[in-house]
Protein backbone atom coordinates (compact mmCIF):
# COMPACT_ATOMS: atom_id res chain seq x y z
CA UNK A 1 0.00 0.00 0.00
CA UNK A 2 1.59 3.25 -0.79
CA UNK A 3 -0.30 6.44 0.30
CA UNK A 4 0.71 10.09 -0.91
CA UNK A 5 -0.08 12.63 0.87
CA UNK A 6 -0.41 15.40 -1.65
CA UNK A 7 -3.25 17.20 -4.41
CA UNK A 8 -1.07 17.97 -6.65
CA UNK A 9 -2.02 16.23 -10.13
CA UNK A 10 1.74 15.37 -11.30
CA UNK A 11 1.59 12.51 -8.72
CA UNK A 12 -1.74 10.85 -11.22
CA UNK A 13 1.11 9.18 -13.18
CA UNK A 14 3.42 7.49 -10.52
CA UNK A 15 -0.32 7.02 -8.57
CA UNK A 16 -1.58 5.13 -11.94
CA UNK A 17 2.24 3.24 -12.75
CA UNK A 18 1.81 2.01 -8.60
CA UNK A 19 -2.13 0.75 -9.65
CA UNK A 20 -2.10 -0.30 -13.06
CA UNK A 21 1.16 -1.77 -13.42
CA UNK A 22 2.19 -2.66 -10.11
CA UNK A 23 -0.93 -3.77 -8.78
CA UNK A 24 -0.75 -1.98 -5.49
CA UNK A 25 -3.83 0.29 -3.25
CA UNK A 26 -2.59 3.76 -3.71
CA UNK A 27 -4.27 5.91 -1.32
CA UNK A 28 -4.57 9.75 -1.57
CA UNK A 29 -5.18 12.27 1.04
CA UNK A 30 -5.16 15.60 0.28
CA UNK A 31 -6.97 19.20 1.42
CA UNK A 32 -10.60 19.75 0.33
CA UNK A 33 -11.26 21.67 -2.87
CA UNK A 34 -7.12 21.24 -3.50
CA UNK A 35 -6.96 17.74 -4.53
CA UNK A 36 -6.69 17.36 -8.29
CA UNK A 37 -9.46 15.53 -10.01
CA UNK A 38 -7.00 13.29 -12.05
CA UNK A 39 -4.80 12.28 -9.06
CA UNK A 40 -8.40 11.60 -7.04
CA UNK A 41 -9.61 9.05 -10.02
CA UNK A 42 -6.26 7.55 -10.70
CA UNK A 43 -5.48 6.31 -6.99
CA UNK A 44 -7.38 3.18 -5.04
CA UNK A 45 -9.03 6.28 -2.50
CA UNK A 46 -8.51 9.39 -1.91
CA UNK A 47 -9.54 11.16 1.47
CA UNK A 48 -10.39 15.12 1.17
CA UNK A 49 -9.09 16.46 4.82
CA UNK A 50 -10.46 19.82 5.91
CA UNK A 51 -8.33 23.03 4.97
CA UNK A 52 -9.22 24.04 8.55
CA UNK A 53 -11.54 23.54 10.84
CA UNK A 54 -14.18 26.22 10.81
CA UNK A 55 -15.29 25.04 14.72
CA UNK A 56 -18.50 23.64 14.02
CA UNK A 57 -17.87 20.10 13.16
CA UNK A 58 -19.72 19.22 16.55
CA UNK A 59 -22.44 21.10 15.32
CA UNK A 60 -22.66 19.88 12.01
CA UNK A 61 -22.86 16.18 14.17
CA UNK A 62 -26.17 17.26 16.35
CA UNK A 63 -27.95 19.03 13.02
CA UNK A 64 -27.66 15.80 10.91
CA UNK A 65 -28.67 13.49 13.74
CA UNK A 66 -31.49 15.03 14.15
CA UNK A 67 -32.43 16.01 10.49
CA UNK A 68 -31.33 11.61 10.09
CA UNK A 69 -33.55 10.98 13.31
CA UNK A 70 -36.83 13.22 11.88
CA UNK A 71 -36.54 11.46 8.69
CA UNK A 72 -36.58 7.93 10.50
CA UNK A 73 -39.71 9.06 12.22
CA UNK A 74 -41.45 10.29 8.80
CA UNK A 75 -42.69 6.44 8.33
CA UNK A 76 -44.57 7.05 11.63
CA UNK A 77 -48.06 7.88 12.15
CA UNK A 78 -46.73 11.85 13.11
CA UNK A 79 -44.88 13.29 10.61
CA UNK A 80 -43.04 16.67 11.36
CA UNK A 81 -41.15 18.93 9.29
CA UNK A 82 -37.68 20.16 10.13
CA UNK A 83 -37.38 24.19 9.31
CA UNK A 84 -34.33 26.21 10.56
CA UNK A 85 -35.79 27.85 13.57
CA UNK A 86 -37.25 24.40 14.43
CA UNK A 87 -34.03 22.54 14.10
CA UNK A 88 -31.95 25.44 16.15
CA UNK A 89 -34.52 24.97 19.09
CA UNK A 90 -33.89 21.42 18.87
CA UNK A 91 -30.66 20.79 18.72
CA UNK A 92 -29.65 23.50 21.39
CA UNK A 93 -31.94 22.03 23.57
CA UNK A 94 -31.60 18.72 23.57
CA UNK A 95 -27.95 18.70 23.41
CA UNK A 96 -27.58 21.71 25.80
CA UNK A 97 -25.36 24.10 23.08
CA UNK A 98 -25.70 27.73 22.39
CA UNK A 99 -28.58 28.61 20.51
CA UNK A 100 -26.54 30.99 18.17
CA UNK A 101 -23.87 28.73 17.27
CA UNK A 102 -26.19 26.40 16.30
CA UNK A 103 -27.93 28.88 14.28
CA UNK A 104 -24.49 29.85 12.53
CA UNK A 105 -23.73 26.25 11.71
CA UNK A 106 -26.56 26.06 10.16
CA UNK A 107 -26.67 28.90 8.33
CA UNK A 108 -23.05 27.72 7.17
CA UNK A 109 -24.36 24.50 5.94
CA UNK A 110 -26.93 26.33 4.20
CA UNK A 111 -24.76 28.51 2.15
CA UNK A 112 -22.19 25.86 1.14
CA UNK A 113 -25.50 23.46 -0.09
CA UNK A 114 -25.94 20.92 2.14
CA UNK A 115 -28.73 21.82 3.76
CA UNK A 116 -32.15 23.81 1.25
CA UNK A 117 -35.08 24.55 1.87
CA UNK A 118 -38.38 23.55 0.29
CA UNK A 119 -41.79 25.61 0.14
CA UNK A 120 -44.17 22.73 1.85
CA UNK A 121 -48.38 23.42 1.37
CA UNK A 122 -49.72 22.08 4.65
CA UNK A 123 -53.11 22.09 5.73
CA UNK A 124 -53.72 24.74 8.49
CA UNK A 125 -54.73 22.97 11.76
CA UNK A 126 -55.61 26.29 13.72
CA UNK A 127 -58.83 26.64 11.03
CA UNK A 128 -60.31 24.72 13.73
CA UNK A 129 -60.39 27.49 16.49
CA UNK A 130 -59.88 30.17 13.98
CA UNK A 131 -62.57 30.30 11.23
CA UNK A 132 -61.30 33.21 9.53
CA UNK A 133 -57.33 31.53 9.12
CA UNK A 134 -56.76 30.49 5.78
CA UNK A 135 -56.85 26.46 4.62
CA UNK A 136 -53.45 26.25 4.11
CA UNK A 137 -49.87 27.61 5.52
CA UNK A 138 -46.55 27.54 3.79
CA UNK A 139 -43.43 26.42 5.35
CA UNK A 140 -40.00 26.58 4.32
CA UNK A 141 -38.93 22.75 5.10
CA UNK A 142 -35.46 21.32 5.40
CA UNK A 143 -33.57 19.15 3.29
CA UNK A 144 -30.18 17.87 3.68
CA UNK A 145 -28.01 16.66 0.71
CA UNK A 146 -26.76 13.28 2.22
CA UNK A 147 -24.69 12.74 -0.59
CA UNK A 148 -22.48 15.83 -0.43
CA UNK A 149 -22.64 15.44 3.24
CA UNK A 150 -20.58 12.35 3.37
CA UNK A 151 -18.64 12.93 0.73
CA UNK A 152 -17.24 15.82 2.61
CA UNK A 153 -17.63 13.32 5.83
CA UNK A 154 -19.24 16.14 7.81
CA UNK A 155 -21.67 13.52 9.53
CA UNK A 156 -20.56 10.27 11.14
CA UNK A 157 -23.64 8.20 11.43
CA UNK A 158 -21.49 5.67 14.08
CA UNK A 159 -21.03 8.80 16.87
Known amino acids: VFIIFSGDGHFSSAASFLVNRCKKTVGVYG ?3 CLSAQLRNTA ?3 VELPAVSDGFSDYYQYIFRNLKY ?3 KQDKKQ ?3 PTFWGTVDAVSNHYHVDKQMTADAMRR ?3 NRYL ?4 TVLPNNRRNTSPDAPATVTIKRLCVDWK ?3 RDNLYDPTV
Open 109 to 111: LLE
Open 70 to 72: LEL
Open 44 to 46: SYA
Open 79 to 81: VQY
Open 31 to 33: VRE
Open 116 to 119: YQVD
Open 148 to 150: RVM
